[in-house]
């Protein structure tokens, strides 16, 4: 009989607090950390020799979209690109999409098996499609009380909060009032609001502002997610954005954001396009589109936003990443597609070029458009947090953006070991028990006695992201060992085949039983 599962011994023990690091054991026993001393006398089931290597807590992805491919098959369900960047939680149902049945979520997980931990926020955009559908306009006072119901329905069931995408349709189609209103219903439950903001660019100040005024009427804690500035005429500025932030957090809102440690983002091709053209989905567009007058009109939006916005001022800083229905032009940007089939790469081109590729259906892309320089000052802001914007991914599958593979080694070898702009404590408070605070997580995101045994072990010298835009299908490395739940995952870099992970639920979770259901109407 062993006294404990695991002893790391002789590693240097960095707590997720932000406090200097120290050389210690640590003793994990029934999935907790049973203690953490200088030297651990006792015997243990495995020991692992941490010389020369950190152990921190296990790394919390507060902004994914894991959700949708988690249960995909036993390969989505091991979650490898996550497990190899030290990450051990996730959570997922950000920017306004979600499943409207959490207590279904976490009965799937129950019964597969998944390698990583989840939890899972309410997206607006689906609880209002589910009782409004795909419609341009506010709530009615009956439509509102029936989202009530589905956002306490799912708060119940275990959500961690409710998500919104203000770009995103029918999310753009709400008004504040009817958001803060649902934000009333998460208070009830300890939830936080998190937002793909209305505006990422030249509206940013405002579109923050509408944010906070959220969680000054719900009385909520408000996230801002993937801090960003999109377009040149807004790069520089991100002292403004975060000067915005620290008057808010003066004045008592409470208020904090997360980033993605690169220079481009990822979306829908679609976002190029007005959101009143979106309404009703695919198909409506599709006809709207053989309007002479509405396609002008659409085309005047387009333009803009590529030569302003997303598009970087160059159609070649567009690049498609997934086209499952025309899967060749995967890796390739707007520029080489146009110079393919003979047309010159103008804007003009460009912009029709879009319209026939959102006529496709369900392109995604990666969009060339920020800054090196906002994305190290935002990086450096006291109360951030790292996450990915990622997804699981299956190997070789698709072009996807390299943030689901690297975010958090990039941080740690571009941003703490090569430029130094975090110290290596900072970087992983970052990682580990800002975000488990924020998200009402109160037994992860530090090494102390008691807490969930969530544990990475990694060399500092060696963990370094692999993926890139050209290539991104490349496992992240560096990680040697990563405990989930007191459960061995990670042993000497490869995986252990464990499925360790377990369904994170709000706090304030109670017997779903107990709860009016209500049926999707669309």
């Not at 695919?282 to 936003?305: A, E, G, M, P, Y």
Request: charged share 25%; glycine share 10%; proline share 3%.
């Amino acid at each position: 009989m062993f006294d404990y599962d695991f002893i790391i011994r002789n590693g240097f023990l960095i707590d997720g607090t932000g406090t200097p690091g120290y050389f210690g054991d640590i003793a994990v026993k029934n999935g907790k950390i049973a203690r953490i001393e200088k030297n651990i006398t006792g015997s243990a089931h495995r020991l692992i020799d941490a010389s020369r290597k950190i152990v921190s807590p296990g790394f919390i992805d507060v902004h994914t979209h894991c959700d949708k491919d988690l249960l995909k098959n036993s390969a989505t369900r091991q979650a490898l690109n996550y497990l190899f960047q030290g990450v051990t939680l996730v959570i997922g149902g950000n920017c306004g999409m979600s499943t409207v049945d959490v207590a279904d979520f976490s009965s799937q997980i129950k019964k597969s098996s998944i390698g990583i931990n989840v939890g899972m926020l309410i997206g607006h955009n689906r609880v209002r499609e589910t009782v409004m559908g795909c419609v341009n306009r506010y709530a009615g006072e009956n439509e509102l009380a029936d989202m009530k119901k589905i956002v306490a329905r799912e708060m119940q069931n275990g959500a961690l909060g409710i998500s919104t995408g203000l770009i995103y349709i029918p999310g753009a189609y709400s008004s504040r009032e009817e958001i803060a209103e649902l934000c009333g219903v998460v208070k009830n439950y300890n939830g936080i609001y998190t937002t793909h903001l209305r505006d990422e660019g030249i509206g940013i100040i405002k579109a923050i502002e509408e944010a906070s005024e959220v969680g000054r009427q719900s009385g909520i804690p408000v996230h801002l997610s993937h801090h960003k500035l999109i377009g040149k005429s807004m790069w520089g500025k991100s002292g403004e954005t975060l000067a915005k932030i620290t008057e808010l957090q003066n004045q008592g809102i409470d208020i904090s954001f997360d980033q993605y440690p690169y220079n481009a983002t990822s979306t829908t091709i679609d976002v190029f396009l007005p959101s009143w053209a979106l309404e009703g989905g695919l198909r409506d567009t599709r006809k709207l589109l053989k309007d002479s007058r509405k396609r002008t009109q659409i085309l005047k939006v387009i333009h803009w936003n590529l030569k302003n916005a997303r598009g970087g001022g160059d159609p070649d800083n567009v690049m498609i990443c997934h086209s499952p229905n025309k899967p060749e032009i995967e890796g390739k940007s707007l520029a080489q597609l146009m110079e393919k089939t003979g047309h010159p790469p103008t804007f003009e081109d460009a912009c029709e070029l879009i319209l026939d590729l959102t006529a496709l259906g369900d392109v995604k892309c990666i969009f060339h458009c920020l800054d090196e320089r906002d994305v190290e000052t935002i990086l450096k802001y006291e109360d951030g947090m790292v996450a990915s914007d990622g997804s699981i991914i299956e190997f070789k599958e698709q072009k996807p953006h390299p943030r689901s593979y690297g975010t958090f080694p990039r941080v740690l070898s571009k941003y703490v070991r090569e430029k130094k702009t975090l110290s290596i404590e900072n970087a992983i408070r970052k990682m580990t028990s800002n975000p488990a605070k924020r998200f009402g997580l109160t037994d992860r995101g530090t090494l102390e006695e008691g807490a969930c045994a969530d544990i990475v072990v990694f060399n500092p010298r060696e963990i370094e992201d692999a993926s890139t835009f050209e290539q991104p299908h490349q496992y992240s490395k560096g990680i040697d060992f990563l405990i989930i739940n007191g459960m061995l995952a990670m042993d000497d870099g490869k995986f252990t085949g464990e499925m360790a992970g377990k369904f994170i639920k709000n706090s304030a979770h109670k017997d779903s039983t107990q709860i009016e259901m209500i049926k999707p109407l669309y």
